[in-house]
T-cell receptor
């Protein structure tokens, strides 16, 4: 079946502009995650959605970052007034249940470059 | 707080040689443990996982990992490396909640 789909695969934007990154999870997966991967770094947790529950936003680095998940499926990560330090690969993952023993299924990521 | 340490930023092995990638975690109990692999331009793919039971777990692509409680380690091994194994490898832990914590990764280079 289809895996996690992210778009765009690459995004170049000017400092100060807003960007939207899209994630289409695997059908039926209730849990959805966003991670950020900076050059030479591990994965930094950003936000977690589970079903219709309120998301856990504890990893969002600033109030310029927000995310929503419509209808328990597609998710959009929005970064307002982008800064150069926002340049990174943004990875989306989904899992069937979202519990600790539920492995993550990752998309190929969106590489964001802020000039 | 829980943490995951991968002490080797990069490792180079010859094709056909054996491989061991190290992973240590910090947590009071036994967490759920994972190894993922990331090829260039790709997302992460699950290699194997450990939840309980037999401490030696087998994964895809000929990889295995051994959980050692006394050392808080979960090292990844492969008896004979292939050029296609060149990638970045991430160890990850989950302590039962929703958040999976990843190590910084080890980049594997394979030389002919």
């Amino acid at each position: 079946g289809a895996g996690v789909s992210q778009s765009p695969s690459n995004k170049v934007t000017e400092k100060g502009k807003d960007v939207e990154l899209r994630c289409d999870p695997i059908s039926g997966h209730t849990a959805l995650y966003w991670y950020r991967q900076s050059l030479g770094q591990g994965l930094e947790f950003l936000i977690y959605f589970q079903g219709n529950s309120a998301p856990d936003k504890s990893g969002l680095p600033s109030d310029r970052f927000s995310a929503e998940r419509t209808g328990g499926s597609v998710s959009t990560l929005t970064i307002q007034r982008t800064q150069q330090e926002d340049s990174a690969v943004y990875l989306c993952a989904s899992s069937p249940l979202g519990g600790g023993n539920s492995p993550l299924h990752f998309g190929n990521g969106t590489r964001l470059t802020v000039t | 707080a829980q943490s995951v340490t991968q002490p080797d930023i990069h490792i180079t092995v010859s094709e056909g040689a054996s491989l061991e990638l190290r992973c240590n975690y910090s947590y009071g109990a036994t967490p759920y443990l994972f190894w993922y692999v990331q090829s260039p331009g790709q997302g992460l793919q699950l290699l194997l996982k450990y939840f309980s039971g037999d401490t030696l777990v087998q994964g895809i692509k000929g990889f295995e990992a051994e959980f050692k409680r006394s050392q808080s380690s979960f090292n990844l091994r492969k008896p004979s490396v292939h050029w296609s194994d060149a990638a970045e490898y991430f160890c990850a832990v989950n302590t039962g909640g929703f958040k999976t914590i990843f190590g910084a990764g080890t980049r594997l280079f394979v030389k002919a």
